[in-house]
Each structure stands twice: as structure tokens, then as C-alpha cells.
Nanobody, 126 residues
């Protein structure tokens, strides 16, 4: 089971840091991603990190603002979010799988992942 934490209500321009841990497992051994689902919209890819070489991939709208990485001390995958805007408001989900293939110019899809968390709500007020 994946467990997200760190969501909350912030004002536009603020920063937040989401964390994802794997209950009973070592998340370091998995390819991990963050997806998000805004109210009334489909779930979309945000960022991913592979377990081999820690290669990262970002959705265009978050490049330069969000950073995905590993907190090795806590065995967690974290998503640092800066310069938050109201359009970043969503439930953020952590997802993991073994053997993810990052294809050039194609972002990972929901079906590529086996394990999912229940989500963490991020609300950005204007």
C-alpha cells in the first residue's frame, strides 16, 4: 500500500512537499510517479522517477516548478512543488510499479502502474 502525506491549503505562490511511502515495502526498488486529478477532470500525469539511475520525467505544465526525488532517510518519494497556482488544485496520487519504460515524448499512463495510494488533497487559493 502507498501512503501520501503533505497536502494542504496554501495561497498562490506558496510551496508544498508531498511524500509517498510504501507500507511494508521499500519504495526505493520501484519506479514511482505522481498523478493528480482536479475537480471535474481526468487524472493526469505529473512526474515520475525510475529506480534505475533515478531518471525523471515531468508534465510540461510543472517543469521548473515541481521536483520529484527520493528521501532515502525516510524511504520515500517526494514531490516538491513551488510557485503553486490555483490550477494546481487537485488530489495528488502516488503510483508505483517495477519495470516502467520511459518512452521518448510519451508520458507514463495510469495503466502503467500497479500500486496506488489514496491521494492527498492540495488546494491553492488565489
Amino acid at each position: 500500500e502507498l501512503v501520501e502525506s503533505g497536502g494542504g491549503l496554501v495561497q498562490a505562490g506558496a510551496s508544498l512537499r508531498l511524500s509517498c511511502i510504501a507500507s511494508g515495502r521499500t519504495i526505493r526498488n520501484y519506479d514511482t510517479a505522481w498523478f493528480r486529478q482536479a475537480p471535474g477532470k481526468a487524472r493526469e500525469f505529473v512526474a515520475a522517477i525510475t529506480w534505475i539511475r533515478d531518471t525523471t520525467r515531468y508534465q510540461d505544465s510543472v517543469k521548473g516548478r515541481f521536483t520529484i526525488g527520493r528521501d532515502t532517510a525516510k524511504d520515500a518519494v517526494v514531490l516538491g512543488m513551488n510557485s503553486l497556482a490555483p490550477e494546481d488544485t487537485a488530489v495528488y496520487y502516488c503510483a508505483a510499479v517495477r519495470g516502467l519504460i520511459l518512452r521518448e515524448n510519451v508520458n507514463p499512463r495510469e495503466v502503467d502502474f500497479t500500486f496506488w495510494g489514496r491521494g492527498a488533497l492540495v488546494t491553492v487559493s488565489s
